[in-house]
């Protein structure tokens, strides 16, 4: 949980209603000592050059500059600062830019206070790691470990919960094979997981996902080459 100040950590917050970027600026207050506000994306990207900010929190619908184009001037140089996304709108188009912006978290109206405090503790995580929350498979195919979306030439595949999961589970531990017991515990961690249940789990996935992708070594588990 957020219990400390965070006093390296400077935060920009770009929100045009008054209200709800006081009420944001005051919530962040209680983490951070060190917070930028700015009513829409033109100021922003000023504050943005001038401060160098760690964090970056955006509205989407703004007047001048949308958060979305905001958010591409940035990342024209800038792939580094980690950067969360408040919207009304929650449609496949946003969430694929979303992706592609590497964003931390793309978030929907009413944000509840444990959704907000989970993207920001990714961010901190992110920051003290220097870890990408993008996985690339290949050329045309990337997860987001963050948001769990899985993208491939340019559409987002839809994953079940299970397979979400189970590319969760091998992406944490890359560098080894993943027995069978730890994806039991790990996917099925409500039920029990039987041999039919995993080949079908593991047979719908290979079929989303680039080829040779996913190793078995038999008796032992599964890898996943990245």
């Known amino acids: 949980m957020l219990k400390n100040i965070n006093k390296n950590i400077k935060i920009l917050y770009v929100e045009d209603d008054e209200i709800a970027r ?69 449609n496949q188009e946003y969430l694929l830019k979303a992706v592609e912006l590497q964003l931390i978290k793309y978030l929907v109206k009413p944000v509840n206070e444990k959704d907000f405090e989970s993207a920001l503790l990714m961010c901190i995580e992110s920051l003290s790691e220097n870890v990408t929350n993008i996985i690339k498979f290949d050329e045309i195919t990337y997860f987001d470990i963050f948001n769990k979306t899985l993208v491939s030439n340019g559409e987002i595949i839809k994953l079940r919960a299970k397979e979400i999961l189970f590319l969760d589970i091998l992406i944490k531990n890359k560098t080894r094979y993943v027995n069978y017991e730890e994806l039991e515990s790990y996917i099925w961690f409500d039920s029990v997981m039987t041999k039919d249940a995993l080949k079908t789990l593991v047979k ?23």
Do not use: W
């Open 204 to 226: 719908n996935i290979k079929h989303k996902l680039p080829k040779d992708l996913i190793q078995n070594l038999t008796n032992i588990g599964y890898k996943i080459d990245i």
């Open 22 to 90: 006081e009420n944001g600026v005051e919530y962040l207050e209680n983490y951070f000592e060190t917070i930028y506000e700015a009513s829409n994306a033109i100021s922003a990207l000023q504050m943005y050059e001038k401060y160098n900010p760690d964090i970056i929190i955006t509205d989407i619908q703004m007047p001048k500059m949308d958060g979305l184009e905001f958010i591409k001037k940035i990342r024209q140089n800038d792939k580094h600062t980690k950067i969360i996304i408040i919207t009304a709108f929650c």
